[in-house]
């Protein structure tokens, strides 16, 4: 395994702190958006808005914030410099940006094979997810079309963009090298807290569990969190995109 650039203060997590660290702001995004989402659903919006609305606002600030703090620590200073001196795998992407096609193709062909064993998986729970959590959702039905425009715009902005972004500095570039464990072994429990963490699709966690371990490994292996970052934009602008092609038809 090839090890991460050099990083200020690369020390590792207790088991406690990275299971904290890696499930709890989810848990804070997920709880606020089943409390907002009847709020956003009497504004005339779809309930999934509220989801998007916590993961930009609550989750990617708790993790922003998680970033600063550690690089204060270590500079003294509040910066994306002293940020970026606690972050690994910094090494441009190069020669890598020629796999993201190719890696882009793979992501789609599992997830459209996983496709209908997750909607088997999420039927399984209507009774205990609310339904617009679930891929059979329609809470958009019905709705003006400059409505849903609007709000998935807003989406592939905050969900397609600004989340992804945060997501990878906080989990491969800033948590992933300060695991308990080391080496290889520190791929499939990354790959899986991530997973887990997406408390609102556990109809998804294996899905999403191989496609980040194919991922994690990459970016270890190229030593670019930026390829992390390139195709977890890809991957989730992909889908809202399809989305908004779908209501403009």
């Given at each position: 395994m090839r090890a991460p650039m050099p990083v200020a203060d690369l020390r590792r997590l207790s088991w406690p702190t990275a299971l904290g660290a890696h499930l709890g702001p989810g848990l804070v995004a997920f709880v606020a958006a089943l409390l907002l989402a009847p709020a956003v659903a009497r504004l005339g919006l779809p309930s999934t808005f509220a989801l998007t609305l916590s993961c930009a606002f609550l989750l990617g600030p708790i993790?922003?914030?998680?970033?600063v703090w550690a690089g204060s620590r270590v500079t003294g200073r509040v910066s994306w410099r002293s940020v970026a001196s606690v972050l690994a795998y910094r090494q441009r992407l190069g020669r890598w940006i020629w796999?993201?096609?190719?890696?882009?193709?793979?992501?789609?062909?599992?997830?459209?094979?996983?496709?209908?064993?997750?909607?088997?998986?999420?039927?399984?729970?209507?009774?205990?997810?609310?339904?617009?959590?679930?891929?059979?959702?329609?809470?958009?039905?019905?709705?003006?079309?400059?409505?849903?425009?609007?709000?998935?715009?807003?989406?592939?902005?905050?969900?397609?963009?600004?989340?992804?972004?945060?997501?990878?500095?906080?989990?491969?570039?800033?948590?992933?090298?300060?695991?308990?464990?080391?080496?290889?072994?520190?791929?499939?429990?990354?790959?899986?807290?991530?997973?887990?963490?997406h408390y609102w699709q556990p109809f998804n966690w294996p899905l999403i569990f191989v496609l980040q371990v194919i991922l994690t490994a990459l970016v270890i292996y190229s030593r670019s969190i930026r390829l992390g970052i390139v195709m977890h934009v890809l991957t989730n602008c992909f889908g809202i995109l399809l989305t908004l092609v779908m209501v403009l038809r």
């Amino acid at each position: 395994m090839r090890a991460p650039m050099p990083v200020a203060d690369l020390r590792r997590l207790s088991w406690p702190t990275a299971l904290g660290a890696h499930l709890g702001p989810g848990l804070v995004a997920f709880v606020a958006a089943l409390l907002l989402a009847p709020a956003v659903a009497r504004l005339g919006l779809p309930s999934t808005f509220a989801l998007t609305l916590s993961c930009a606002f609550l989750l990617g600030p708790i993790e922003v914030a998680a970033l600063v703090w550690a690089g204060s620590r270590v500079t003294g200073r509040v910066s994306w410099r002293s940020v970026a001196s606690v972050l690994a795998y910094r090494q441009r992407l190069g020669r890598w940006i020629w796999w993201t096609p190719g890696l882009f193709v793979v992501a789609l062909i599992v997830a459209i094979g996983w496709s209908p064993v997750g909607g088997r998986l999420a039927g399984s729970l209507r009774r205990v997810y609310p339904s617009w959590l679930l891929p059979t959702d329609d809470s958009g039905a019905g709705r003006p079309v400059a409505v849903m425009v609007a709000v998935l715009l807003v989406t592939l902005v905050l969900d397609g963009v600004i989340v992804p972004i945060v997501e990878e500095l906080y989990f491969r570039a800033f948590l992933l090298p300060r695991l308990p464990v080391g080496g290889w072994r520190a791929v499939p429990i990354s790959a899986a807290l991530f997973a887990v963490q997406h408390y609102w699709q556990p109809f998804n966690w294996p899905l999403i569990f191989v496609l980040q371990v194919i991922l994690t490994a990459l970016v270890i292996y190229s030593r670019s969190i930026r390829l992390g970052i390139v195709m977890h934009v890809l991957t989730n602008c992909f889908g809202i995109l399809l989305t908004l092609v779908m209501v403009l038809r």
